[in-house]
């Protein structure tokens, strides 16, 4: 498919730039740019979508606040803010260009308990007021290893954890959070599925008038291996 064609396609695609599936149905994003992640793969509503089953269950708790470290340009906050108006969402990320975007998401989608900061310690999660029962979300990098000490863990286990576990930075991220989370909240981990796969498996209606080469354009993730996340579930009701 020429470039030209593609671009065509694209734009006729996602010309309204909302998310077309999935849990975040109807989500507008204020400009076609995504920070650390593709775009194409959100606005199409695919991405992530191994975690479906779990995004599905989190929407349906009564979480006091959502905190999501490294949330980019918001896909999750404003995600789940439009979906939970009640809880109050904390959206953190070392880049400012990405707050600034989540910013903008949340108010041309009336997210309006929401706020960012920078960088997020351990000691930022143990200022919080959590509440009785309340949601992290983590992608930073390789650095939840630091982050998600055992004694934190342990201070969380009134509350929900899913992290995404970068190990092709450091191979024992998955194992020693499961070690630790595993004492204190019922866990279950949950695979990536590669971008090839996605090509010959994926079935959205959009992706009908697209060869293969387009179809892998859209859907691709660029993950540098199969990706892991834990999902981490209190025992407290």
């Known amino acids: 498919m020429k470039d030209e064609q593609f671009e065509e396609q694209i734009n006729s695609v996602f010309k309204d730039n909302i998310v077309l599936h999935g849990p975040f149905k109807g989500m507008r994003y204020p400009q076609r740019c995504a920070i650390g992640s593709?775009?194409?793969?959100?606005?199409?509503?695919?991405?992530?979508s191994e975690l479906s089953n779990i995004i599905h269950f989190?929407?349906?708790?009564?979480?006091s606040t959502v905190v999501d470290i490294g949330c980019a340009e918001g896909y999750y906050a404003v995600g789940i803010g439009m979906n939970m108006p009640d809880a109050h969402i904390i959206g953190y990320d070392t880049n400012k260009k990405a707050l600034a975007l989540c910013h903008k998401m949340?108010?041309?989608n009336g997210v309006v308990s929401i706020e960012t900061a920078g960088l997020c310690t351990q000691d930022t999660i143990r200022s919080?007021?959590?509440k009785k029962k309340s949601l992290i979300i983590s992608d930073c990098e390789g650095y939840e290893k630091t982050l998600f000490s055992e004694s934190l863990c342990e201070e969380l286990r009134c509350h929900d954890l899913l992290i995404e576990c970068h190990d092709f930075m450091n191979i024992e991220i998955t194992p020693q959070l499961l070690e630790r989370l595993s004492k204190t909240h019922t866990v279950e981990v949950i695979k990536s599925i590669d971008d090839i796969s996605k090509v010959y498996e994926y079935d959205y209606p959009e992706l009908k008038h697209f060869n293969l080469s387009g179809r892998?354009?859209?859907?691709?993730?660029?993950?540098p291996q199969i990706m892991r996340w834990i999902f981490a579930k209190t025992h407290t009701t």
């Open 58 to 63: 989190i929407l349906k708790q009564n979480y």
């Open 38 to 48: 593709e775009l194409y793969p959100k606005l199409l509503g695919s991405y992530e």
């Open 216 to 223: 892998r354009k859209i859907l691709s993730e660029l993950r």
């Open 128 to 130: 919080l007021n959590l």
């Open 106 to 108: 949340a108010q041309l």
